[in-house]
């Protein structure tokens, strides 16, 4: 079964940072890339960045630029996401999804139910 499995939210304080992983199962992982998106209720979805199957990065949002760093490990089948100095507005449910082709949103195959981030003293 496709599958996609996020964890590692929860709430952190302003300033702080998270990680957050996406384990694939199901497919040939390393054949795909996997990108971060976040989305709160009533918004549309963000594109935060994502990460090609040859392991380059080949987006980052301007929100997030330069606090965020995207990571993959094919042998664990796994993307994890990591967010340094987290704000606020960093508050959101976080989804991975993985791509038919690059990092082209037209290809996004699967998704993963979400994790949520809170950023809050």
């Not at 993307?79 to 960093?90: F, H, K, R, T």
């Given at each position: 079964q496709l599958q996609l499995v996020e964890s590692g939210g929860g709430l952190v304080q302003p300033g702080g940072s998270l990680r957050l992983s996406c384990v694939a199962s199901g497919f040939r992982f390393d054949d795909f890339a996997i990108g971060w998106f976040r989305q709160d209720p009533g918004k549309e979805r963000e594109k935060i960045t994502c990460i090609s199957s040859d392991d380059n990065r080949t987006y980052d949002s301007d929100s997030v630029k330069g606090r965020i760093f995207i990571s993959r490990d094919n042998a664990k089948n796994t993307?994890?996401?990591?967010?340094?100095?987290?704000?606020?507005?960093?508050t959101s449910i976080y989804y991975c999804?993985?791509?038919t082709f690059g990092c082209d949103d037209k290809s996004v195959a699967w998704w993963g139910q979400g994790t949520q981030?809170?950023?809050s003293s």
């Open positions: 993307v994890y996401l990591q967010m340094n100095s987290l704000q606020a507005e960093d999804a993985a791509y981030v809170t950023v």
